[in-house]
């Protein structure tokens, strides 16, 4: 059975992400995948990384279990907006708090690559935006998804990720919308 683990990065409730994410949670219990489901904005912690590496900031209980679930997690699906072309400050600060030094990756003396410890996992970013998507890739040169992609989901281990970028949201009609609620559904489905 495959461990699919859905990490909810929009800061606000009841928007199309919700939508999406259902639909991906639906298609994915179809085909009989234990799904479990991180909501960001539900979470109880404090999203400044305060001292950074330097300090000691201790991990909030709902942190200590969103690092259980990842560990868990066979693959990973993050479902969050473009904001500012990244992605908003709730799920940079799950990512700074939680894909923590020895717990995602190990830095190695007198190696210049750390030791990537979440090898063997996969993952999806369904990004919303209100930009057009060529927009997006062409002109803006897609920053968060590199960011997520290679920044850090690589530099975890964390491979093949792939991204859905779902756009304009704002001039979208309900015929566009319906047909990227049944591709997520067939996304969970896949398990992919």
């Given at each position: 059975?495959?461990?699919?683990?859905?990490?909810?990065?929009?800061?606000?409730?009841?928007?199309?992400?919700?939508?999406?994410?259902?639909?991906?949670?639906?298609?994915?219990?179809?085909?009989?995948?234990?799904?479990?489901?991180?909501?960001?904005?539900?979470?109880?912690?404090?999203?400044?990384?305060?001292?950074?590496?330097?300090?000691?900031?201790?991990?909030?209980?709902?942190?200590?279990?969103?690092?259980?679930?990842?560990?868990?997690?066979?693959?990973?699906?993050?479902?969050?907006?473009?904001?500012?072309?990244?992605?908003?400050?709730?799920?940079?600060?799950f990512i700074d708090r939680t894909f923590l030094p020895g717990f995602a990756f190990k830095y190695r003396k007198n190696n210049p690559v750390p030791e990537k410890l979440l090898k063997g996992k996969t993952a999806r970013?369904?990004?919303?935006?209100?930009?057009?998507?060529?927009?997006?890739?062409?002109?803006?040169?897609?920053?968060?998804?590199?960011?997520?992609?290679?920044?850090?989901?690589?530099?975890?281990?964390?491979?093949?990720?792939?991204?859905?970028?779902?756009?304009?949201?704002?001039?979208?009609?309900?015929?566009?919308?319906?047909?990227?609620?049944?591709?997520?559904?067939?996304?969970?489905?896949?398990?992919?």
């Amino acid at each position: 059975m495959k461990h699919v683990l859905i990490i909810h990065g929009h800061p606000v409730h009841d928007t199309f992400v919700d939508k999406l994410t259902l639909e991906y949670i639906r298609g994915a219990e179809s085909s009989g995948a234990d799904v479990k489901e991180l909501v960001l904005n539900e979470l109880k912690f404090d999203i400044n990384f305060r001292e950074g590496y330097r300090g000691n900031q201790e991990l909030e209980d709902d942190l200590k279990i969103a690092q259980e679930l990842i560990q868990w997690a066979d693959h990973l699906v993050f479902f969050y907006p473009n904001w500012w072309a990244t992605y908003p400050a709730l799920l940079k600060g799950f990512i700074d708090r939680t894909f923590l030094p020895g717990f995602a990756f190990k830095y190695r003396k007198n190696n210049p690559v750390p030791e990537k410890l979440l090898k063997g996992k996969t993952a999806r970013l369904v990004v919303t935006m209100d930009s057009q998507v060529w927009y997006y890739y062409l002109v803006q040169r897609a920053p968060g998804h590199h960011s997520m992609r290679n920044g850090i989901l690589h530099f975890c281990g964390i491979r093949p990720v792939y991204i859905s970028s779902l756009g304009p949201m704002r001039s979208s009609s309900e015929s566009r919308r319906a047909k990227w609620l049944k591709k997520m559904f067939q996304l969970g489905q896949k398990m992919k």
